[in-house]
């Protein structure tokens, strides 16, 4: 009866239900979609950072995240990788070395973090090697001599070992990508000319173009005249054991791309025999050892469970590594939280 009584109070006066209802379910519908927006966008994050950069946990010598010191490294490596392979949770382990260093071209340098793997490991615990850009090599199965590199695509760019030129071919492709004739034109002038960095041929094209086509088609036109000499050579500069300044060519067997610049531009992966070789670092040591779980649910009590299975080291889950991110998961809770208490209050409103 009190439904009955409710339907027809709501159509007494229909214009003033109709408002009523409209808002409500706009607005019903504008929060469903915001917070289901932003929560891809910090699944994607956080996806990413697990599955390329960070892993779930990670233990280190408990002064190498503050020194950086060589000598930093993980004391009875063996024996700890053991105990973790034996852990309910624990799906894979592998070790790394990592080194703090420069690396440089003839005409640029900039510090970076040198990250010695152990390949096959690495391919089936992150992703990264999925990132790999077409045309730009491969992820360490190019059969060389050289030492090589997996490097970010700001970093090749900072190194200035991206390049860009625009090519009678390139114009061809910029059509299919339906930049019209009067764009293409005019950048005739500038057909063949080789430019060693983003910065220089952006301004050239600023130049030439009008800041309308630029917004339009500007990304289009630096995706065409992308340039990469596949086997590039570049210099890394770093501390050996005996803390004597030593270094090597290496070349790039492959460019990866992400959607963090300051993991690209900072994070050079090289084969671990390769970086001990360079250092003189025995076989068998490590800095860091890398931890990926059955699942991200029980990181924070993976994380306790190790810290007290091993007091003597650094253990660290992503969210202590980056806590920015951290933050940003816990504050997407909270959000999700005030807006099911509002939606329910719309929804109150509605059916009264």
């Known amino acids: 009866m009190i439904t009955a009584i409710a339907w027809k109070n709501v159509w007494r006066n229909k214009s003033r239900s109709l408002t009523v209802i409209s808002a409500v379910a706009v607005g019903v519908f504008a929060g469903v979609f915001s917070i289901a927006a932003m929560n891809s966008s910090v699944v994607q994050r956080i996806d990413a ?12 010598n408990k002064d190498f ?9 993980i004391l009875n490596y063996d ?21 703090r260093g420069i690396a440089s071209t003839a005409v640029k340098s900039t510090g970076v973090e040198i990250t010695g793997i152990d390949v096959k490991k690495e391919k089936q615990m992150f992703t990264l090697s999925d990132k790999l850009i077409p045309g730009t090599g491969t992820y360490f199965e190019s059969d060389t001599k050289f030492n090589t590199a997996f490097i970010g695509e700001k970093l090749a760019k900072e190194l200035n070992i991206i390049r860009y030129v625009l090519t009678p071919d390139d114009f061809i492709i910029l059509a299919k990508e339906k930049v019209p004739v009067t764009v293409t034109r005019k950048l005739e002038p500038i057909t063949g000319k080789r430019f060693i960095s983003d910065k220089k041929f952006t301004k050239t094209i600023e130049g030439l173009l009008d800041p309308s086509e630029i ?65 003189g670092l025995k076989e068998g040591v490590f800095h860091r050892i890398i931890i990926r779980l059955d699942n991200n649910e029980i990181t924070n ?16 889950s992503w969210k202590e590594i980056q806590p920015d991110l951290a933050m940003i998961s816990d504050m997407m809770q909270q959000i999700y939280g005030i807006t099911t208490v509002r939606l329910n209050i719309k929804r109150s409103i509605l059916l009264s």
């Open 49 to 60: 950072a697990v599955n390329q950069e960070l892993s779930h946990i990670q233990i280190n």
């Open 65 to 73: 995240r503050s020194t950086g010191n060589i000598q930093d490294t």
């Open 79 to 99: 024996s700890v990788v053991g105990l973790l392979n034996s852990v309910n949770g624990v799906e894979s382990v592998t070790g790394r070395l990592i080194v």
């Open 215 to 279: 917004k339009k088609y500007g990304l289009k036109i630096k995706e065409a005249a992308w340039s990469f000499r596949e086997g590039s050579k570049f210099i890394l500069t770093f501390l050996d054991i005996n803390e004597m300044q030593t270094g090597a060519a290496f070349r790039v067997c492959g460019i990866y791309r992400t959607n963090n610049d300051l993991f690209e531009v900072s994070s050079v992966f090289v084969p671990a025999s390769e970086l001990r070789e360079l250092t």
């Open 301 to 316: 009590v993976m994380t306790l469970q190790l810290r007290e299975a091993f007091p003597g080291l650094e253990v660290m």
